[in-house]
């Protein structure tokens, strides 16, 4: 078993959709919980994070942790075509900040 | 302040050259991390260095990848005698401090490797 699980899509919604993102693990030492997007031919960029359980919001970004689950899902509000990336998530192993991604999700808002 | 830069930003090698990826970390960082993110795969830790030190390199293939972080300089990541299979994007992070912090961590734009 992968220590974290993403379904790669790809993942197609009509602008103006919610999008729902999800990540599975099996590490339950994990702390740090991020959502990182990365554009075509280019490096990837922190969206959001959480720290241990729970919800964080950042304008039409929703991100949540259920621990006891160990699932995170990241949500989209009135998803913009400018959102049409490749989103990934990852965890933290131990305290050196040596990330664990998952594969990514392929994201594709139509106009 | 300039981001993290890594180049080239593309390179060419024939199968048994030798590749060199070099990453320039942002100003006051003197921590690296170097991942590989294969076609359809998820980005891969490597390494981690901080200046003269490698702290973890768990996740480098046990030949042929080599890297370092000079007193001066950029972190170089090195290999030797390419083969198709490392045919992939290189990426490099870059942290003022050891230790993690999601928000002080960047991702350089990559470097994207092709073994012919």
Do not use: T
């Given at each position: 078993q992968k220590e974290v699980e993403q379904d790669p899509g790809p993942l197609s919604v009509p602008e103006g959709a919610i999008v729902s993102l999800n990540c599975t693990y099996s590490?339950?030492?994990?702390?740090y919980f991020m959502w990182y997007r990365q554009y075509s031919r280019k490096g990837p960029e922190l969206l959001m994070y959480t720290y241990s359980s729970g919800n964080k919001e950042d304008g039409r970004f929703t991100a949540q942790v259920d621990k006891s689950s160990k699932y995170i899902s990241l949500f989209i509000r009135?998803?913009?075509?400018?959102?049409?990336a490749t989103y990934l998530c990852a965890m933290v192993r131990g305290?050196?900040?040596?990330l664990i991604f998952g594969k990514g999700t392929k994201l594709s808002v139509k106009p | 302040n300039a981001g993290v830069m890594q180049n080239p930003r593309h390179l060419v090698r024939r199968r048994g050259q030798e590749a060199r990826l070099r990453c320039s970390p942002m100003k006051g960082h003197s921590h690296v991390y170097w991942y590989r993110q294969l076609p359809e795969e998820g980005l891969k830790f490597m390494v981690y260095l901080q200046k003269e030190n490698i702290?973890?390199?768990?996740?480098?293939?046990?030949?042929?990848f080599s890297a370092e972080f000079p007193k001066e300089g950029p972190s170089i990541l090195r290999i030797q005698?390419?083969?198709?299979?490392?045919?992939a994007a290189y990426f490099c992070a870059s942290s003022p401090q050891q230790g993690f912090s999601p928000d002080t961590q960047y991702f350089g734009p990559g470097t994207r490797l092709t073994v012919l």
């Open positions: 590490n339950s030492a994990f702390q009135d998803s913009q075509p400018s959102d049409s305290s050196q900040g040596n | 702290i973890d390199e768990s996740g480098m293939p046990k030949e042929r005698q390419v083969v198709r299979g490392d045919s």
